[in-house]
């Protein structure tokens, strides 16, 4: 395999000494998945990385970044030694980011990152060699831990990059320079961190200000703080790229969904589209046309990507569907799992329930002869002082309001459950675990299940203990 790291180049990348010649064919940060042939970087957060050396070397690494020799760590063993582990894997970020002509999108939003950039990894990989962040890493170690580890010969490059606070985005997207540059829409998360929305969206247009000389900034047009980020575009001389319902540069004509399937018509540089996605929702359509913006900025091929982006499915935890088995000797005996258990603000959960409002429950197959639509809630965490207000005022969401039952968790959460008629009140509790063992009286065969919150909200064991009622089928 082609080395990605030699001990010369990661040396010159970081500053560093080496105490060994080595090279490495990837790069990782944690001892439960590294390879054999990775450089594990010893980073500090909830534990030292460096309690970890010794077992990540045992493991097979072909060296550790380090600063200093761990105890119980060989006097010979391959370490690259360093003043700071975090700016090293920034160094070698850069470096990686520097030695490649890949062309590279970078993307952000307060909704739909980590799926549109899925998104968008799943038609480019089909025309060149993509590279693309791992799940979620898009903060100050996720993006040059991404860098670090793109290889040189790399076609398309995708990095995902978020914030929590202001001043985040700005150093990413330096160190990414992207070529094209894509903020997927601006709505209440993190709040409690932000004055208002407008700052949200002053925090998200710094995407922008990593952009490359000639780049292009593909911006949601139908915002309300849309303006924000087109200004900030024009500060920086980029060329904009518009998408959204009224476009004007790409347009949502049409958007039906039906079952499982999202039919779509759209205009974009001059063409008309009519694509589908493998998966329902409103949402997920608006961003498929931001991805599509985002290919033919990128130079690459729209309308390939039109066709090829039927085969992409959210990941799990962000509106991946699921059919759990729930008696495999009795056939149809299921119920179908809406997995969005990683994250939740106002304007992804009213996404959320439009796609569950429009599911077809299965009758005569439970031990309750009606199937339901049934939404299991978590907190919706970091929204600021008008969290309360913003849990009440969803009982009045008419996609909502055409559920048969809610279930909720969370302090939160309970003020909507207190605001729900009594018909729709299932039941409550102070935390998603508390959940977990009443969960064959939550759900039954026959029902649509919606699971999403905040991934601080830990919803996700509720997922896991409804998938563990029968058998997955994707």
């Known amino acids: 395999m082609t080395a990605l790291w030699t001990s010369a180049d990661a040396v ?3 500053g560093g000494q080496t105490t060994a010649e080595w090279s490495a064919t990837g790069v990782s940060i944690d001892t439960r998945t590294i390879k054999a042939g990775d450089l594990f970087v010893a980073l500090t957060d909830v534990r030292d990385g460096h309690d970890f050396v010794a077992q990540a070397l045992e493991n097979g690494a072909a060296a550790a970044l380090v600063t200093h020799r761990p105890d119980g760590v060989a006097q010979d063993a391959p370490l690259l ?4 582990v975090l700016h090293a894997l920034e160094g070698l970020g850069r470096a990686a980011r520097a030695r490649t002509q890949a062309r590279v999108a970078a993307i952000t939003g307060s909704v739909g990152k980590t799926s549109t950039k899925e998104m968008l990894r799943a038609v480019l990989e089909k025309q060149g060699k993509c590279h693309a962040a791992e799940a979620s890493y898009n903060n100050h170690w996720g993006v040059p831990l991404t860098l670090a580890r793109m290889p ?3 076609d398309y490059a ?4 978020g914030m929590s606070n202001p001043g985040e ?4 997207s330096q160190m990414a320079r992207p070529h094209v540059a894509m903020v997927t829409t601006v709505a209440a998360a993190h709040l409690a961190s932000f004055d208002n929305l407008a700052g949200i969206a002053h925090e998200k247009a710094c995407i922008m200000d990593g952009l490359e000389a000639g780049g292009i900034a593909v911006l949601k047009g139908d915002i309300a703080t849309s303006q924000i980020l087109q200004d900030h575009a024009a500060k920086l001389g980029a060329r904009q790229v518009l998408f959204g319902e009224t476009g004007p540069d790409w347009a949502v004509v049409d958007v039906r969904i039906t079952g499982d399937v999202t039919v779509i018509k759209a205009t974009g540089g001059g063409e008309d589209y009519l694509f589908k996605l493998s998966v329902p929702g409103r949402h997920f359509a608006m961003n498929a046309v931001g991805v599509l913006a985002v290919v033919d900025a990128l130079g690459a091929d729209p309308v390939a990507a039109s066709l090829d982006i039927a085969g992409w499915v959210p990941p799990a935890g ?11 000797a009795n056939n149809g005996e ?3 799992l809406l997995d969005d258990a ?3 603000n106002p304007t992804s959960l009213i996404a959320s329930l439009e796609v569950l409002a429009a599911s077809t429950p299965t009758d005569d197959v439970g031990r309750i002869v009606k199937g339901r639509r049934v939404a299991i809630l978590g907190d919706m965490l970091e929204l600021g002082q008008d969290e309360i207000a913003m849990h009440s005022n969803f009982a009045q969401n008419h996609h909502l309001q055409s559920l048969d039952i809610i279930h909720c968790a969370g302090p939160l959460m309970r003020h909507l459950w207190d605001a729900l008629p009594e018909e729709q009140q299932g039941q409550w509790a102070a935390t998603a675990a508390e959940l977990v063992p009443r969960v064959t009286r939550l759900v039954d065969a026959g029902d649509v299940v919606l699971v999403k919150g905040s991934k601080g909200s830990k919803v996700s064991l509720v997922v896991d203990a409804i998938r563990k009622l029968g058998h997955r089928r994707s």
């Open 12 to 14: 010159a990348a970081t």
């Open 81 to 84: 030694i360093v003043g700071d």
């Open 152 to 154: 040189a010969d790399t």
């Open 158 to 161: 995708v990095i995902e990059i």
């Open 169 to 172: 985005i700005t150093p990413l």
């Open 318 to 328: 962000r509106g991946a569907r699921e059919i759990i088995i729930t008696d495999i």
């Open 334 to 336: 299921s119920l179908e």
């Open 342 to 344: 990683f994250n939740a």
